[in-house]
């Protein structure tokens, strides 16, 4: 299999850069790489490995590539007001410090607004998906999935709670595996009504 074969026929834009992937770029960063760490590039168990990391890297970033109005675009109106909770969703995502994952998961509920506007459950993994398949901090993940159902939902209030262990923090550095950092974006009534909060806190824990 070649780098191109997972190619879509259309070429995605970053949503940063406007640049499309470049495949042939990550290929030789992998091998220099692979020289800078006392290795030979050409033995015959890495020979395949620069264009493999690009396709696998293609696929962890590929949500550089996605624009979350696309994964929002269908809504449609169920008249319910009340809250709509996914939980533990699982997401594997890349610390933007030292590119190694963090994982772990993700719990997103929403209380339509207004118009009464809901969009499929899928889509909110998809969401989650989308900001984690970035170069990413855990804090700017929970906000930007928060936001982009604010903007697109027109939510009467949101909450997202991530739930990660990252590997820069057990496989090296500190080394204290199985810590888990827990970040949370409130937004509308979330944010303004403690009791509507307190209680999706508690629907999110199973309590
Ligand atoms: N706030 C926040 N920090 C993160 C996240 N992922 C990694 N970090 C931290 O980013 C920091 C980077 O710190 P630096 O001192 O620049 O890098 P470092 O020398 O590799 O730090 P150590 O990990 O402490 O060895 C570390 O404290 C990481 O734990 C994240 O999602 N959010
Ligand atoms: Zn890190």
């Known amino acids: 299999m070649t780098s191109t074969d997972q190619m879509p026929s259309v070429e995605l834009r970053s949503v940063t850069t406007g640049r499309g992937f470049d495949a042939e770029r990550a290929e030789a960063a992998v091998r220099e790489l692979l020289i800078a760490v ?74 339509p607004g207004k118009s009464g506007a809901v969009t499929g459950l899928s889509k909110l993994a998809r969401l989650a998906d989308l900001y984690a398949k970035r170069p990413q901090v855990q804090e700017r993940l929970t906000s930007q999935v928060a936001d982009a159902l604010v903007d697109r939902l027109d939510p009467a209030g949101v909450l997202v709670v991530i739930e990660c262990e990252h590997l820069c923090m057990s496989m090296r550095g500190i080394r204290k595996p199985g810590s888990v950092t827990t970040t949370s974006a ?13 209680e999706a806190m508690g629907l999110l824990r199973g309590t």
């Open 38 to 111: 006392g290795e030979d590039p050409d033995r015959e168990g890495l020979r395949d490995t620069p264009a493999r990391v690009a396709r696998a890297y293609r696929e962890v970033f590929s949500g550089m590539f996605t624009d979350p109005a696309d994964v929002l675009a269908k809504t449609f109106d169920e008249d319910h007001r009340e809250l709509v909770l996914v939980r533990d969703i699982p997401i594997y995502s890349t610390c933007e410090h030292h590119l190694v994952p963090f994982h772990g998961v993700a719990h997103i509920g929403y209380i």
């Open 186 to 198: 409130v937004r509308g009534i979330m944010r303004t009504n403690a009791s509507t909060r307190a």
